[in-house]
């Protein structure tokens, strides 16, 4: 896909948590290769060893070539240690390593524009037997400040072995993928008006009740119940447009093999127990049809609403629909199997 979004995702972390530096971007590489070509957003890992060497205080040289602005999100990462003080900044502003520094800009910067977004992990597994007790004490104090009256509240994930934390890693990342290409989906005004209500829900920290507003939004999206924008039902989710579909990710060898059927014109069975994500994956191949396959290919829904009665009845009616459809233009020829549960598996 070309014309991808790039998540520029900066990581402060002091040497003892270069294992869970390396999960990062063994996590970033995975799901750019996963995700980005389905979604259109790719993440860019950045952190200090990648800058150029250069003349002057060490973290004015990181922040010049690596700026606050031009990150989308900041992970922050510690252990035992907090990291060398510095020295002053050009403000005159002094802090007690390089990773709080960049952690103090980030959270000026989100509050000044909402962005970067801020994830922070704490390491919790046993500490080798010589620990630097000074710089243990610095952890300790700097995450006594994400208190809920402390200097900076907010919330931080602990994590025991590496491993851990490359899985929690990998799922906060995905979500926030996930979030990117939904609000990229929006129309224009509709984005517009959501970037304003979240400005508004920032300066008075109504985070949740902002939330239930925006899906109220999105629920009203389409100008008709159950109509999409260009016309074309959606069986799944009624009101949402279909250019916002279900999530349905991490089941890539199922979406590689239902693209695969649907390039060839071939029919895809879908079965399986109930709320275990039929319909959801149905929804994205729908809404991402023309995107993957090709402008020629656009989704057509068997009409259910009278087949609930018996497997017999509606066989029959997607044979007759099958036919149908099969002397149109190239549609996407998706039919869902029934198992003995009829009704259950149509709902």
Known sequence: MTNQKVITVFVASPRDVAKERQCLFKVTAHLNHQLAEHLGVRLELKEWRQVAPGMGRPEDVILDQLPVETWDVFIGLLWLRFGMPPGPNRSGEDHDSGTEE?????????????????????????APVSVDTKQLREVQRFFAEFAPKGKNPGLFQDFGEADEFEKM?????????????????LPPRMRAAKDQRAARARSSRGHEAQASRDQSLLTSAATKPGKTSDGWRNPFIVGVPITAPADFFGRE?????????????????????RRIGKSSLLHYLTATARERLGPEYRPAWPNTHDTRGSASRLGSTLVRRRKFLAKAAPLLPTLVRMNTAVKTDVE
Request: charged letters at 30%; glycine letters at 6%.
């Open 169 to 185: 890693v990998e799922k906060h990342l995905t979500g926030l993928l996930i979030e990117e290409y939904q609000a990229s989906a």
């Open 253 to 273: 060898r199922e979406i590689s093999f239902c693209l695969a059927r649907l390039r060839g014109m071939q029919s895809v069975s879908i079965t399986g127990e």
């Open 102 to 126: 960049e952690f103090r800009l980030a959270c000026r910067a989100q509050k000044e524009s909402g962005r970067p977004r801020i994830l922070f992990y704490r390491c919790t597994r046993s």
